[in-house]
Each structure stands twice: as C-alpha cells, then as structure tokens.
C-alpha cells in the first residue's frame, strides 16, 4: 500500500476528469471557465491505466470531479472503467447537480456508488448570486428523485460563506431532519485568485461543532476510505452532519488521498506547488514505471499544506484540481 515519509496511507484517490465548469462560484470562478492551456483532458484508455496503476498500489476508492465532470460526455463509461478495475470498491463523483434528474439513472446504471452535489446555499437568491445559475429547485428535485428511486449514498457539499451558508444554518437541519443524506460544511479555503474573497467570507467551522455539541449530536468513528469530515450524528435526524476544518491544527495528519488532474498530473497535495506529469507513462501504457514513478514520490509529499501561512500552492482555484 502506498505510504509517505510520515506513515499515512493512501487509499483514496481523486480524479479530475476535467477542468471546465458551466458554473461561475463566486469563490472559485466568479468570471466564469476562462481556457488557459491547449492540452488534452485524460482519455478513457488513460484514465483505465490510472485506475489500473492506482488499485494495484491499493487505492480502493476513486472519486471524479473536476471542473464539472458531468460536462464530459463519456462520463457514464468513465465511471464504468473505474468501476470495472480489480481493487477499486468504491466509485463516488463530485458534481454541481446540473441535470441530475436526467443523469442520475445513467451513472449508477454504470457503477456509480456515491454521489456529492454541492449546494452553497438553499436560498434561491443566494444560490443564483453564488453560482450564476437559477438552478436550486432543479438540483433539489433531482436529488428528490435520487432519493424516492431508493438511492441513499447522497452527501451535500456547502462551503461556509459568512453572507450565505454560516447564516442560514437551520435551513440545512430542517434538510437532513428526515433525509437520509450526509450534509457537510466545508471552511472556504483560499486559493490564488481568492484572496479578497476569502478575507471577506471565511468562517470557521468550530462554532456548528460547538453548536451541535450543545444540541446533542455525537461524532461518528469513520473507516480509512472516508474523506476528511468529522461526522456527527443525532436521533432525531436521518442525516448526518460533516465538518471540513482545513484550518484546523493536525488537519492532515489523516491524509488519505492523492489526486491527479484532467491533465494528468500527480497531486501529492491540493496545494502543492506544482502536478508532476504522468503523461508519458499514460502515453506508453507503462503501469510498472507509473506504479514506481508514484510510489518513489510520496517521499516528496509535505506534512502539511501551508494554507495557515497563506501559502496557496500552484493552485488558483479549485475547478483546476477538484477540491
Ligand atoms: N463542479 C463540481 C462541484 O461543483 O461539486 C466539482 C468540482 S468543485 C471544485 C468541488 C468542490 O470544491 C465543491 O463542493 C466546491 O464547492 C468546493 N470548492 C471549490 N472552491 C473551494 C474553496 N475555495 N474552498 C472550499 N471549497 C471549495
């Protein structure tokens, strides 16, 4: 299993499958998709010898995001090849909802087994200023539908914004009250082109956990494939609530994931300050110069990111890489 100077164990990767996005966060693409480069996004053959490469170095759970990874077209046979690889358990995608209704039924028909739609808001006026889309009701019926057609491995992602989301709060406890869907709250983390913003909206999480405390929710214990939330529960409510606490001393410690981009680059850290291209042994089909090229440069990965010192990395937002 792969392991890096400091004993953490990966066994979860994240595959950006592209980096155009159809919505224009205000924290992450407030202009809108801007292309800044001429190179091709993964192929399906590449993304077969990724998912071939990284099992057989024990990675068990794959998740593809983006950019917007259902803007691909061969989305549904992508998460069929990842779903295909010996060793791979667990195939999850990140996506914005646009047209879940539709798509939904077709990535699960494919191997699809858990699904996180990010909402930063469930105002539609917040939503429509954050993401410059009118699309709430539209994410929330297809996520009504995923529901009622018996499909539970749901999660929302909100990223905490002073102005919207950390002001609305009992919005998303009524949700989950009788949903069974995992909502998280992840702190804004600032990027390269962010700063302003971030400096304007970043809250920190410890005042819901406090909260929850205070109204009888309890932590859950999470296996080693889980992300980096810290789970809460309650008896009067079907879903579960996530913290995602970057900021927060010893953060990574528990790192468990790699990443690679839609160009085809190792990640060793969202914020590293460069991706490490793999192009060439995608180019060859070469899995045993992939699996050592890999394996030797977890020795590079960092303790920590420096996103305390405000130490962004190469990345610029998010839509790069993933999140
Ligand atoms: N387009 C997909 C989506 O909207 O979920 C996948 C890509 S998006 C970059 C993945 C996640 O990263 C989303 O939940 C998004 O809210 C989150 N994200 C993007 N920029 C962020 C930031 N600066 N801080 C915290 N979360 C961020």
């Known amino acids: 299993m792969l392991q890096d100077t400091y004993g953490r164990k990966f066994s979860y990767l994240r595959l950006s499958i592209t980096d155009v996005c159809n919505f224009s966060c205000d924290y992450c693409l407030p202009d809108g998709y801007q292309r800044c480069h001429n190179e091709k996004f993964l192929s399906l053959a590449e993304i077969k010898t990724l998912a071939t490469s990284f099992s057989s170095l024990g990675i ?13 077209k061969d989305l549904p046979q992508i998460i069929r090849t990842i779903k295909n690889t010996p060793g791979i358990k667990t195939v999850a995608l990140t996506t914005n909802g646009y047209k ?12 699809l087994d858990n699904l996180n739609v990010s909402i930063d808001s469930f105002e539609p006026k917040s939503f429509k200023l954050i993401t410059g889309h009118n699309k709430l009701q539209e994410i929330l019926d297809g996520i009504e539908h995923a529901l009622n057609d018996g499909f539970h491995n749901i999660k929302i992602n ?14 998303y406890f009524d949700y989950i009250k009788h949903r069974p869907i995992s909502l998280r709250f992840i702190e804004l983390m600032q990027t390269g082109d962010n700063e302003a913003f971030y400096q304007a909206q970043h809250v920190s999480g410890q005042h819901i956990k406090n909260q ?28 579960t ?4 606490m970057p900021y927060a001393k010893d953060f990574c410690s528990t790192c468990n994931r790699l990443r690679i981009s839609s160009l085809g680059k190792l990640h ?14 995608l180019a060859d089909d070469d899995q ?24 962004t990395g190469a990345t610029k937002h998010l839509s790069m890489l993933g999140g």
């Open 241 to 244: 609530i996530g913290l995602i």
């Open 288 to 311: 045993e110069g992939l699996n050592t090229y890999i394996t030797a440069q977890l020795a590079d990965k960092h303790a920590t990111h420096y996103l305390t010192e405000g130490l």
């Open 60 to 72: 068990e759970k794959v998740r593809i995001t983006g950019g917007e990874p259902s803007l691909r």
């Open 212 to 239: 929850l405390f205070s109204q009888g929710w309890v932590q859950v214990i999470q296996d080693k494939t889980a992300g980096p939330a810290q789970v809460f529960s309650h008896p009067d409510y079907q879903g």
């Open 100 to 111: 879940l209704t539709e798509q939904l039924p077709v990535w699960i028909e494919n191997g």
């Open 268 to 281: 060793l850290c969202l914020f590293s300050e460069q991706g490490l291209s793999l192009k060439q042994f």
């Open 158 to 171: 909100t990223v905490l914004m002073k102005e919207h989301s950390a002001n609305q709060l009992q919005q």
